[in-house]
């Protein structure tokens, strides 16, 4: 049974930084693409990073420049760090991975296995 658990979210101020971890079992993750999606109320859960078994990241335009995504193969694990948090980063953060690696796929549907999600509040 796979499993994905997240952890590192809380409240912090705009400006500030957080390193969300997301601890895999079941499976290693040495060969699988994984990512991180996060959903605000009344949204609709969007993509944030990938990073794929060559080591390739791909991250959304608002992402971009202040956050970085990586894994650790040794401890099943993959981070995701985020500097310069705004108040509208504030969501729940998922992570989540798939067994076929393809930078393309940024879309919730493409993806089998999902953590329980993680709170992520930014006051300004």
């Known amino acids: 049974q796979v499993q994905l658990i997240e952890a590192g979210g809380g409240l912090v101020q705009a400006g500030g930084s957080l390193n969300l971890s997301c601890v895999v079992s079941?499976?290693?993750?040495?060969?699988?693409?994984l990512a991180w999606f996060r959903q605000a109320p009344g949204e609709e859960r969007a993509f944030v990073a990938i990073?794929?078994?060559?080591?390739?990241?791909r991250y959304a335009e608002f992402m971009k420049g202040r956050s970085t995504i990586s894994r650790d193969n040794n401890k099943n694990t993959f981070y995701l760090e985020i500097n310069n948090l705004k108040p509208e980063d504030t969501a729940v953060y998922y992570c989540?991975?798939?067994?076929?690696?393809?930078?393309?796929?940024?879309?919730?549907?493409?993806?089998?296995?999902w953590g329980q999600g993680t709170q992520v509040t930014v006051s300004s």
């Open positions: 990073i794929v078994d060559g080591g390739h990241t």
């Open positions: 079941g499976r290693t993750v040495n060969t699988l693409q």
């Open positions: 989540t991975l798939r067994t076929w690696n393809n930078l393309g796929a940024v879309a919730a549907s493409d993806y089998t296995y």
